[in-house]
């Protein structure tokens, strides 16, 4: 049963980097992973996607073992507007059919 | 280039009606996925459209349908509405299979 686990919550303080881990037993072999940000009331945003090792853009990086199991979204410097929920989303095949796998989403506070 | 759109932004139904929603694709895109997010839960797989052909599906009984128009735009038909259907209904659409998924503003349902 393919399944996705973040933890519940996180609180930093701004200006700290924040590392957010999913774990994703079952993902399915050719499909990215990707982690997305969310605002009370608003429909999920982009922040990175990956396959395999790292990768970095403006806002993020990310990291996946070479087993694929789990991913780790690290925001460098967090401010107060980062906080929010912050989702992985990864693709399973699951009882002959392809599903997209949410996790549970890690809600992150940012404190002055 | 415009983005996701769902309409309508808001709707209320009684128990028993049925429901469509209605998402317009980004540009170029030719894939389009559905979701619910319950009150405080993470988005929940509904089905994923590719090129007109259902892709996937979510565990969610028939009563949910849907289908994707020549254009990609796309559509999610729920009959026999129960009080547990009221969440937010997020669409999102994306250039290829696989591909990152960008969403749209989220439809509210309120079933009472």
């Known amino acids: 049963l393919a399944k996705t686990t973040q933890p519940i919550s996180m609180d930093s303080y701004e200006g700290q980097e924040v590392n957010i881990t999913c774990s994703h037993n079952?993902?399915?072999?050719?499909?990215?992973i990707t982690w997305y940000q969310q605002f009370p009331s608003q429909g999920p945003r982009f922040i990175i996607q990956?396959?395999?090792t790292k990768v970095t853009n403006e806002v993020a990086s990310l990291f996946i073992p070479a087993d694929r199991k789990s991913s780790t979204l690290s925001l460098p410097r967090v401010s107060l507007s980062d906080t929010a929920v912050y989702y992985c989303?990864?693709?399973?095949?699951?009882?002959?059919?392809?599903?997209?796998?949410f996790g549970s989403g890690t809600r992150l506070l940012v404190r002055p | 280039e415009t983005g996701v759109t769902q309409s309508p932004t808001h709707l209320i139904k009684t128990r028993g009606q049925q429901v469509t929603l209605r998402c317009s694709s980004q540009?170029?895109?030719?894939?389009v996925s559905w979701y619910q997010q319950a009150l405080g839960q993470g988005p929940q797989f509904i089905f994923q459209?590719?090129?007109?052909?259902?892709?996937g599906r979510g565990n969610f009984p028939p009563r949910f349908s849907g289908l994707q128009f020549p254009n990609y735009s796309s559509e999610l038909n729920v009959n026999a509405l129960e009080l547990d259907d009221s969440a937010l209904y997020l669409c999102?659409?994306?250039?290829?299979?696989?591909?990152?998924?960008?969403f749209g503003p989220g439809t509210r349902l309120l079933v009472l």
């Open positions: 540009s170029g895109h030719n894939t």
């Open positions: 079952n993902i399915a072999t050719n499909d990215y």
């Open positions: 990956g396959y395999k």
């Open positions: 459209y590719y090129r007109e052909e259902k892709n």
């Open positions: 989303l990864v693709g399973a095949s699951m009882d002959s059919s392809y599903k997209l796998i």
């Open positions: 999102a659409s994306s250039s290829e299979l696989a591909e990152t998924q960008y």
